[in-house]
């Protein structure tokens, strides 16, 4: 079983800047595929970044140029650098995680595990 933590939301005005971290319990990072989703009220469940247990980073047209995702395999840990925040970039982010991985990153029904979210907030 992989539990999942996110940490690093708050309340920034636009143009800011959060770095978002999501540590994960027992399992080796190195095998798995991770991602970022995000999720505001009333709206779909959207990829915003992704890694596959390779190393390989994509992007979601949200956060392509502005959003850096990356992994730390020794500590277990994921990250998203967000920059150049805006407004609509309001949303509950989630962390998520499947063994393997492959084709098919930013569908989300294809993770296993999933973190509570962490909320992001940005004022205009």
């Known amino acids: 079983q992989v539990q999942l933590v996110e940490s690093g939301g708050g309340s920034v005005q636009a143009g800011g800047s959060l770095r978002l971290s999501c540590v994960a319990s027992?399992?080796?990072?190195?095998?798995?595929?991770m991602a970022w989703f995000r999720q505001a009220p009333g709206t779909e469940r959207e990829g915003v970044a992704a890694i596959d247990r390779d190393g390989n980073a994509a992007y979601g047209d949200s956060g392509k140029g502005r959003f850096t995702i990356s992994k730390d395999n020794a500590k277990n840990t994921l990250y998203l650098q967000m920059n150049s925040l805006k407004p609509e970039d309001t949303a509950m982010y989630y962390c998520a995680a499947v063994r393997g991985g492959g084709s098919g990153l930013f569908e989300w029904r294809k993770y296993v595990y999933w973190g509570q979210g962490t909320q992001v907030t940005v004022s205009s």
């Open positions: 027992a399992y080796g990072a190195s095998r798995y595929s």
